[in-house]
């Protein structure tokens, strides 16, 4: 029994350092491993298996909205990335360049993509020529490489996995809605699948991606806080069209250029799971994108019956749809029960000799930890029952926390009380002088997080400078 709740003994808690929380989390519950090339992650089965569930649903969502996928290449060359000046000033200190190819110099050096705008447009002026060959609607699931000087597992790495979606369309107003479109596909599917509330809004100018128009984002709160950008849908205008020349003739026999799109979507929202609904026994994964969303440990497995019970109940759960294990192995039950909970698994099945002659098992809920006995008849569909309980009872949980968390200032004493006391989103007027912010963050290091869509007007004046305001914008300090 001395070993049964190691899991947890080796998890500092989280009120204690949060940080170091978060990294035994990750490398306890076997979700990451540290590799050789610094500054780069090995993303283990447990932690891969997450991804690859959200990468299906988003993927499902993305095609009803008639996205294309495709591959473009791994290296870009330098005079193809210079084309769009504020993108690659936007890219430059962290892209990895590749000179030599052998032992041959290369007669051009090439970057390991950052970001694929510059192969996209380069695609699309090649390929676009028509209104007829337009829209272009396509995405791609890859890696990407920056040069980060700080890393953490999931939420800042040199390589990471992501997708990134980019179009083309024949005016403005078809770009401006699919830019919106792509948003709330990803507000959707956080809130939806990752039981994450996100405020949905639109980048200040000094936050705006390299080379957009117009950036929009959706933002969480960390159970520490901190906010953590949560996906980005960018409105490219027909900036990157003019420096590419993606021109197509319209139906009025114009040449014309186009108007395109960009949006992404990252591993780190693998991290953004953890901080959200992790807690001081481990991993606590929504039942949408848990691998294993019921775990089975037979009690007193030695005895006649239990294993094969077990084995009944595992094919039942299985045939229903459900994302089951047993753990049939010869630890202790105390230890699988520490295991399960520090995995994340949603439920946990306890079956026994006095559970079988009873027709029942034990069901524990990994979120609040409530224990309730099941009868074996309809198990699969009260099972069923219980994870979408679980799921929605995960997202209500953490909107009670962000909105206890949002705070109002309506002046810089209050705004540097709250961010110092206070951790969490801060509701503030803004004028939009790029100075007041750039004041904001010098004096606390937060930084605006986003205008969002529901405005409030809190004052009519700048929480910084007292000027007329012309919007509310969260604040935050951030991942």
């Known amino acids: 029994m001395a070993d049964d709740k190691k899991f947890v003994q080796e998890i500092t808690s989280m009120e204690e350092d949060f940080a170091q929380w978060y990294t035994d989390i990750v490398k306890k519950a076997d979700l990451i491993d540290y590799s050789s090339v610094k500054g780069c992650m090995i993303i283990r089965p447990a932690g891969f298996a997450i991804w690859e569930l959200i990468q299906a649903e988003l993927d499902r969502r993305f095609k009803e909205t008639e996205v294309s996928n495709c591959y473009m290449p791994l290296f870009i060359p330098e005079s193809l990335l210079e084309v769009e000046k504020d993108h690659v000033e936007g890219f430059a200190p962290e892209v990895a360049w590749v000179t030599h190819g052998g032992m041959e110099p290369l007669a051009e050096r090439m970057c390991v993509r950052p970001t694929s705008e510059t192969l996209f447009c ?10 007829r060959d337009l829209p272009q609607v396509l995405n791609q699931w890859c890696s990407v490489v920056r040069w980060e000087k700080t890393t953490r597992p999931f939420l800042r790495s040199r390589e990471f996995l992501w997708q990134e979606g980019h179009t083309a369309h024949a005016t403005q107003e078809e770009a401006q809605e699919r830019t919106i479109q792509m948003l709330n596909v990803y507000a959707d599917f956080c ?19 390299a080379g957009a128009k117009d950036t929009y984002t959706i933002e969480s709160l960390m159970h520490d806080g901190k906010a953590l950008q949560s996906g980005t849908s960018h409105n490219f205008g027909d900036g990157f069209a003019r420096a590419f020349k993606i021109q197509y003739t319209d139906k009025d026999n114009k040449l014309k250029y186009v108007h395109q799109t960009s949006w992404g979507f990252t591993t780190r929202m693998v991290g953004g799971i953890i901080m ?17 969303q019921v775990n089975i440990i037979p009690v007193a497995m030695h005895k006649e019956g239990v294993l094969e019970e077990a084995k009944k109940l595992l094919s039942k759960l299985k045939s229903a749809g459900i994302r089951v294990k047993l753990d049939d192995s010869d630890r202790s039950p105390g230890f699988k029960f520490s295991e399960s909970e520090m995995r994340g698994i949603p439920v946990r099945l306890e079956i026994g000799p006095k559970d079988i002659e009873k027709n029942q098992c034990i069901v524990v809920r990994r979120d609040n930890f409530e224990k309730q006995p099941v009868g074996l008849d309809n198990i699969d569909v009260d099972i069923k029952r219980i994870l979408e309980n679980i799921q929605k009872n995960m997202y209500e949980t953490a909107l009670k926390h962000r909105d206890s968390h949002t705070y109002t200032a309506l002046n810089m004493e209050e705004f540097e009380e709250i961010i110092n006391t206070k951790p969490g989103f801060i509701k503030a007027m803004y004028c939009g002088n790029q100075d007041c912010e750039d004041e904001i963050k010098d004096r606390t290091g937060a930084t605006a997080r986003c205008i969002p869509f529901k405005q409030e007007e809190i004052s009519k004046v700048c929480v910084c400078c007292k000027k007329p305001a012309k919007q509310m914008i969260y604040w935050g300090r951030a991942y």
């Open 276 to 292: 959200v609904h992790g807690d001081n026994s481990g991993l606590k994964l929504p039942p949408a994108v848990a691998p294993v």
């Open 122 to 131: 380069d695609y699309y002026n090649k390929i676009v020529q028509s209104y």
């Open 191 to 209: 809130e939806e699948c990752l039981a994450i509330p996100v405020i949905r809004g639109q980048k200040t100018e000094k936050e705006r991606f």
